[in-house]
């Protein structure tokens, strides 16, 4: 059984940092691109960060600069450490890993960012 568990949302002052963590158990964690969306309240979920096996980044332009991407595949961990947060940053935020187009989405964690 495929399990996504993200953690480390929580509730931030603009400017502030926090750091999400994902702990993937039930896929060989090494071969899955892992990545980082956020659906904020009315609008439509999107990609913030993504990263391949190897270490490959790519990120929303929204994001570069503020937050980094990485994994621990020894851990079958991901992480998601955003900095300088905006409240435009609220959002919950979601885990996925995906190989050739087979996906899994974590529970989701909450990230509020107040002005």
């Known amino acids: 059984q495929v399990q996504l568990v993200e953690a480390g949302g929580g509730l931030v002052q603009a400017g502030g940092s926090l750091r999400l963590s994902c702990a993937a158990s039930?896929?060989?964690?090494?071969?899955?691109?892992m990545a980082w969306y956020r659906q904020a309240p009315g609008k439509q979920r999107e990609l913030v960060a993504s990263?391949?096996?190897?270490?490959?980044?790519n990120y929303a332009a929204s994001v570069k600069g503020r937050f980094t991407i990485s994994r621990e595949n020894a851990r079958d961990t991901m992480y998601l450490q955003m900095n300088s947060l905006k409240p435009e940053d609220t959002a919950v935020y979601y885990c996925?890993?995906?190989?050739?187009?087979?996906?899994?989405w974590g529970q989701g964690t909450q990230v509020t960012v107040s002005s």
């Open positions: 996925n890993a995906d190989r050739n187009g087979q996906g899994y």
């Open positions: 039930g896929i060989i964690f090494g071969v899955y691109v």
């Open positions: 990263i391949t096996g190897f270490g490959r980044t």
